[in-house]
């Protein structure tokens, strides 16, 4: 059973940062897409950035520069939030793609999903 934990989050002043880590497992693929998400309240969920077991990644829009996805460990995937704004706020998900690389940065196409774990931006 493939599985998705984040640790992490918290509240952060405005231009702090933040460090988040996700850690998946119940699967042995050789090719797979890790993937960040958020979601601010009202709003739909958005892609962050992904990372892919070939290093490849993505980034949401604007993202890039402020935003490192990187891998700590195999299948284990941080991500390093730095300069945050209020709009940064919101609930972060992380999600498994598997047997594929991060083509996309699709919802539909990430199969497992974390809880999530709360990011929140204050002025």
């Known amino acids: 059973q493939v599985q998705v934990v984040e640790l992490g989050g918290g509240s952060v002043q405005v231009g702090g940062s933040l460090r988040l880590s996700c850690a998946a497992s119940?699967?042995?693929?050789?090719?797979?897409?890790m993937g960040w998400f958020r979601q601010a309240p009202g709003k739909e969920r958005v892609p962050v950035a992904s990372?892919?077991?070939?290093?490849?990644t993505r980034f949401g829009d604007s993202l890039e520069g402020r935003f490192i996805i990187s891998w700590e460990d195999v299948k284990n995937v941080s991500l390093q939030m730095n300069s945050l704004k209020p709009e940064d706020t919101g609930m972060y998900y992380c999600?498994?793609?598997?047997?594929?690389?991060?083509?996309?940065?699709?919802?539909?196409?990430?199969?497992?999903w974390g809880q999530g774990t709360q990011v929140t931006v204050s002025s």
């Open positions: 990372i892919d077991s070939y290093d490849g």
């Open positions: 119940g699967f042995s693929d050789s090719m797979y897409c």
């Open positions: 999600a498994v793609r598997r047997r594929s690389l991060c083509y996309t940065m699709n919802r539909a196409d990430f199969g497992t």
